[in-house]
Every structure is written in structure tokens, then in C-alpha cells.
């Protein structure tokens, strides 16, 4: 009773102080049951069973743990990382974490299959308290972006809003992309060029939430170009092309390759095929984009310490103003320029010359619409 006790009020006990991805051939080597020994003697000793020193023995422990396996408490593998008791693999502040989490996800996000879990842990968890006054479900960690789109089918219905999106289609599309496997989907809005719509047959990589919708991340199974298309502009359709999957190794190299994409671009536009293999492989010849910010804007600009990894920040003239550089590849100039324009006359664009024609010609249309020539 005391080493399931341990196992409880302890989950994890047992892992490694190193985190996988540090963690030396010593470490790989590592394993868990002499700090679970540990853990369970200072359990013994506050629950008043002070025990010698050279007990519990390692074989005892192990015979121990044998008895849990055969009555199911514990799983029939190998715990090299740390015991836990089925899925009570979280301590109290981390499942706190995680709830809060789960709820800004269900609730702000709309991600109906994360609602339908967080109702269903929060009907099992009522009344469990995680502080001295305070309810585990009192959200003291909130992720406020909002999806401006209908994204739950069964509130849809329940409020008459229906729409035909791929939203529907979660159960089949969230299985293909655990499976790998190949599906046939139909784009049914093209607010930009018009031209991509119609069916697309493509390998799901991931759903994505970036601001205020959510995204599928994709893999075309014609020239494997990477594209990522709002969901509610997905029709309520999803065929399973490919009864056997390409396997989970093929689907994490997509989305490490797109991972990259997004990193050394701004925003989501992630271009066309050609240009995809010419950054990938570092052929690709980016472009340096440089604006200045003026006051008051530019110390909040100055804040963005990490707004991305190639970005460099001066300030001129007793810091009258603020030169913000980065260097982008060409897809993600009209993502910047978007960017850039929601500070208004706080911004002078200075490179590249397209930029810079654009952000003028922008200031010389919202003049000409106020009556100003």
C-alpha cells in the first residue's frame, strides 16, 4: 500500500534529472528503481514506518512491482522513465495546467473534440479543489485569441448555424493524419487569387490554431507541396484515399519541413512547390526587410525580443526612432507588409523597393479616401 502511495502522490518518480533530449549514454542507460526506493522510504518514514536502512532490498521492490503488473495497477513494460499508475501521470499543479489549457482550447479556440474532453474531465473532477478555496476549474491560465469562425458542429446545430466546413469531418480527419494516409478534400473559398477550388488530394499533417482560426496543415500527393488552408474554406467532405498509411517516420520529416518553413518566413503563406525545395535545401536567396518605427510604437516593437530568430533591432537618434530588420524569403513580403501596416504612420518601410511602393501608395489611398487630395 505505501508503494502505491508513492506511485500517487509521486507520478513519475524514478525519471531521469536529465530531459531526453540532454541526457548522456549514462542516462539513456537509466534506471528508475533506486529512486523509487528512495521515494518510498521517505513515504514509509512520514506515514510513521521508519525503516532500516537496507530496506526495502532491490529484489523485494522488484517482486513488489511484479505483483502490480499481474493485478493491472501497473503495465506490463518497462518504466526506465518514471512509475506512474495508468494514465495518473501528472501531479496536481501540472494536471491544473493542463485543465486550464484544455478549457482556453474548448472554449476560446472552439476545438470541438478538446470540448467534449474538458465537459467530460470536468463532470469527473467537480468538487476537487486544487488550492485551499479555489476549484480546479477556475481558470487562473487563460489563452484569449478567439476563433472568428464556427468551429463546433453541435453548437452549430444547436444554435441553427450550421455550416457545410470540414469541421464536420474531424473523426475521419483527424484519424488520417494519425494513420498517414492519403485523403481527398474539397476547397470550397479562395478569397485570394479564386483559382484553388475544387478537390485536393493530400497527406494531412497537422490541425494548426495561429490567431483567430484554425488551419490544416498539408502535403500535396501530387508534387508534395506544402499548403496550409483555413478549415472553415474546407467543404464538408473527407475521403480516405489509401487504406494503409505511409507511416509515422514520413509524416513527422512533412511537418519538421514545414516547421522550418514557418520559421523562416512571417505568417502562414508558405509559397509554391519550387520555392519550398529551393529554401529547404539553402538555395534560396532571401530578402532583407527594413522598416522604422517612430514613437510611441517603436518601445513597444523593442519589446518583441523574439518576434523571430533572424530579426536585428537599432536604435537612432537618442532613440527617436527604431530600425527593425529581418531577412525573409520573397513568399513572406506580403505577410510582413501586412504586418508592418497596422502601425500607420508610425512606419517608414526603408527596404525592399516593392515594400516600400506599397506602404506609400497604402498611406496615399487611406489620404485620398479621407478627402485629403
Known sequence: ???IRTLLDYPGVGQPEQPLGERSDRTYHHQAIAPLRHQLR?????????????????????????????????????????????????????????????????HNQGDPTIREIYVTLERRLRGFQWGQDLPLSYPVRQIFNRAIH????????????RRETLFHQLTVLEEAIAQGQAIEISQRVDHYQGQNIGMMTVWPLQLLYYDIAWYLVHEACQDGC??????????????????HGRGIAAQEQSLREVGQL??????????????????????????????????????????????????????????????????????????????????????QVLEPDLLVKRHSQMAYDLAKRYGHF
Open 1 to 3: 500500500m505505501l508503494l
Open 42 to 106: 521517505q513515504v514509509a518514514a512520514a506515514h510513521g514506518y521508519p525503516w532500516p536502512d537496507a530496506y526495502p532490498a532491490i529484489a523485494t521492490l522488484n517482486k513488489d512491482l511484479s505483483y502490480l503488473r499481474q493485478w493491472g495497477i501497473l503495465e506490463r513494460r518497462m518504466y526506465r522513465w518514471g512509475y506512474y499508475l495508468g494514465t495518473g501521470v501528472m501531479t496536481k499543479p501540472e494536471l491544473k495546467v493542463a485543465l486550464d489549457a484544455l478549457r482556453s482550447q474548448a
Open 150 to 161: 464556427w468551429t463546433d458542429p453541435t453548437l452549430m446545430m444547436e444554435r441553427g448555424e
Open 226 to 243: 506544402f499548403g496550409i488552408t483555413r478549415m472553415d474554406r474546407l467543404g464538408n467532405y473527407c475521403r480516405v484515399l489509401t487504406l
Open 262 to 347: 514557418l520559421d523562416q518566413g512571417w505568417g502562414l503563406k508558405l509559397g509554391d512547390r519550387h520555392q519550398q525545395q529551393a529554401e529547404l535545401t539553402g538555395s534560396l536567396a532571401f530578402v532583407r526587410a527594413k522598416v522604422r518605427f517612430f514613437a510611441p510604437v517603436a518601445v513597444f516593437i523593442a519589446e518583441g525580443e523574439k518576434r523571430h530568430p533572424r530579426q536585428v533591432m537599432r536604435w537612432g537618434q537618442e532613440k527617436q526612432y527604431l530600425d527593425y530588420e529581418v531577412m525573409l524569403p520573397p513568399r513572406s513580403l506580403d505577410e510582413f507588409g501586412i504586418w508592418v501596416q497596422r502601425y500607420a504612420s508610425h512606419a
